[in-house]
């Protein structure tokens, strides 16, 4: 019987090129130094390298020491799948590796040509919240380069970072800024978090990192890749607890709640939703209403509506006591206050009240959320629709059509597709035939 051909490992091949070696056993010789540090005793040669490229794999224990030799060489983490040694990349929203995995999720985020496998897998409602232990003990194992060190400086570099593509975000949507997100992430946080620092400084690195995880994730739900959008909020959720941070660790939680919400999942929307509420007795005022008005919008979706009333209720009270203090940035506001009231009340029945709330939201909402502005005016379009105020509709479509090529948002365009389907049978009303001309030339993203 013939021997089955192997598949040369072309990804191990462009490391080794980009290492710049003298030879195959140059490559060979730091891995058996690396092996004898972790208690190897390697006797790897050039011949070794050459079956590794040819598509042989080393055995399974000698992986990471194989990696940490690449590593070191090329000074920045290297991963299984980056180098050809596994199938798939580290995305599943609990690996076990988290810095790893945060490495895999973004280089395959950022590379263009790998983007299908983003999409592949499915959304988990059975998502198991990491825990404390759990956590602790993945960054107690986690080999850091002595050769690197970092100060506040870096820290202060990835938290101005992160709120630049948030701004660019909120204007253009998460499509066009995700993958300057998940190359930052790459090629600067992934090393940051293996660098020597001291305990603040580490646990500063820690918390900013986990907001830019956070962000990331956001922006990929935004495009609706929810498994990977998932995938995101867990490592946040991981670095926010090994930083102790718990504004982090509820603000991602809360996104989960989000997501789920959206997707029409309402027990495990209630369930993060309530999480963070009980991660979070110390919160101020503004986070509290926040977490009280998900709650409500969670609680609504499960049909529990005299606990949505009461949540809102909350959300309202404590929304009065922050407004008496600055706002920042991002955060909670009367504009995302009237947006869950107008969730709350379509989840109930009430669609003109849903209609008045959400209409309120946009009326306060600042100018600069330009991708949540064509959402929710879709979105109310579609609720008048459903009333049988056409016209209307069409107007707050029109409005949703003057920011919508600004945006690249695959909500924003999963709004597009209703405004299609919704108003097809009414093709023959000349107001409805003028705006499906108008956003003909707007449609051809959506392949």
Same mark, same amino acid.
């Given at each position: 019987?013939?021997?089955?051909e192997?598949?040369?490992n072309?990804?191990?091949a ?5 290492c710049?070696?003298a ?5 060979a ?7 004898t540090?972790?208690? %190897? ?7 070794? *390298? ?5 598509? &042989? ?7 990471? *020491?194989?990696?940490?030799?690449? =590593? ?6 290297? &991963?299984?799948?980056e180098?050809?040694l ?15 995995g ?6 395959v ?15 988990? *409602?059975?998502?198991t ?6 956590i602790?003990?993945?960054?107690e ?6 050769h ?6 870096e820290?202060?570099s990835?938290?101005?970072m =992160? ?14 800024a995700r993958?300057?997100?998940?190359a ?12 020597? @620092?001291n305990?603040e400084?580490?646990?500063a690195m820690?918390?900013?990192? @986990?907001?830019?995880? %956070?962000? &990331?994730? %956001? ?5 609706r ?5 998932q ?6 959720l ?6 102790g941070?718990?504004?982090t660790?509820?603000?991602?939680? /809360?996104?989960?709640? #989000?997501?789920a919400?959206?997707l029409?999942h ?5 369930r993060?939703?309530?999480?963070a509420?009980?991660a ?10 926040f ?7 969670a609680? @609504? ?9 009461t949540?809102? /209720? ?7 006591q ?5 706002? &920042?940035?991002?955060? %909670?506001?009367? @504009? ?8 709350v009340?379509?989840?109930l029945?009430?669609?003109?009240g849903?209609?008045?709330a959400l209409q309120?939201?946009?009326?306060v909402?600042?100018? #600069?959320y ?5 959402r ?30 600004h #945006?690249?948002?695959? /909500?924003?365009?999963d ?13 023959r009303?000349?107001?409805v ?7 003909r030339?707007?449609?051809?993203r959506?392949?």
């Amino acid at each position: 019987m013939a021997a089955r051909e192997r598949t040369p490992n072309r990804k191990l091949a462009a490391l080794v090129e980009e290492c710049r070696w003298a030879s195959n056993g140059e490559f060979a010789r730091a891995v058996n130094r690396a092996g004898t540090e972790a208690g %190897y005793k390697l006797k790897y040669d050039e011949s070794a *390298v050459s079956h590794w490229l040819s598509g &042989t794999r080393p055995m399974a224990r000698y992986q990471k *020491v194989v990696l940490e030799a690449l =590593t070191r060489r090329l000074g920045r983490p290297i &991963t299984l799948f980056e180098a050809g040694l596994a199938a798939e990349p580290d995305i599943q929203p609990q690996s076990t590796d988290t810095v790893a995995g945060l490495i895999d999720l973004g280089s395959v985020d950022m590379d263009p040509s790998r983007r299908g496998l983003l999409g592949a897998g499915l959304y988990s *409602v059975a998502l198991t919240i990491p825990g404390w232990p759990d956590i602790i003990g993945r960054f107690e194992r986690l080999k850091i380069d002595p050769h690197s060190r970092i100060g506040m400086a870096e820290v202060e570099s990835v938290t101005a970072m =992160t709120e630049r593509i948030s701004e660019l975000d909120d204007q253009f949507g998460g499509r066009t800024a995700r993958p300057m997100a998940a190359a930052f992430m790459v090629n600067n946080i992934a090393p940051y978090l293996k660098a020597a @620092a001291n305990d603040e400084v580490r646990k500063a690195m820690l918390s900013a990192a @986990a907001d830019h995880l %956070y962000l &990331t994730g %956001y922006m990929a739900v935004d495009e609706r890749l929810d498994l990977l959008g998932q995938s995101y909020y867990t490592k946040a959720l991981e670095l926010a607890l090994a930083a102790g941070d718990h504004l982090t660790y509820c603000t991602t939680l /809360r996104g989960m709640s #989000v997501q789920a919400v959206e997707l029409g999942h309402g027990a495990p929307a209630l369930r993060y939703a309530n999480a963070a509420a009980a991660a979070s007795p110390e919160a101020g005022p503004r986070m509290r209403a926040f977490l009280a008005g998900q709650q409500a919008h969670a609680l @609504a979706q499960t049909g529990d509506g005299a606990g949505a009333v009461t949540k809102l /209720r909350e959300a309202e009270v404590a929304m009065e006591q922050a407004e008496s203090k600055a706002k &920042t940035h991002g955060s %909670y506001d009367p @504009a995302s206050l009237s947006y869950h009231v107008a969730q709350v009340s379509y989840e109930l029945g009430d669609r003109e009240g849903a209609i008045r709330a959400l209409q309120h939201s946009e009326k306060v909402r600042p100018a #600069v959320y330009r991708r949540a502005r064509v959402r929710h005016r879709a979105i109310v379009a579609e609720w008048q629709l459903e009333a049988g105020r056409l016209e209307e509709a069409v107007q707050n479509w029109h409005l949703a059509l003057d920011d919508f090529p600004h #945006v690249q948002s695959g /909500r924003a365009d999963d709004r597009f597709r209703t405004m299609l389907s919704a108003t097809r049978p009414h093709r023959r009303n000349p107001h409805v035939r003028e705006l499906l001309e108008r956003a003909r030339p707007m449609a051809h993203r959506l392949a």
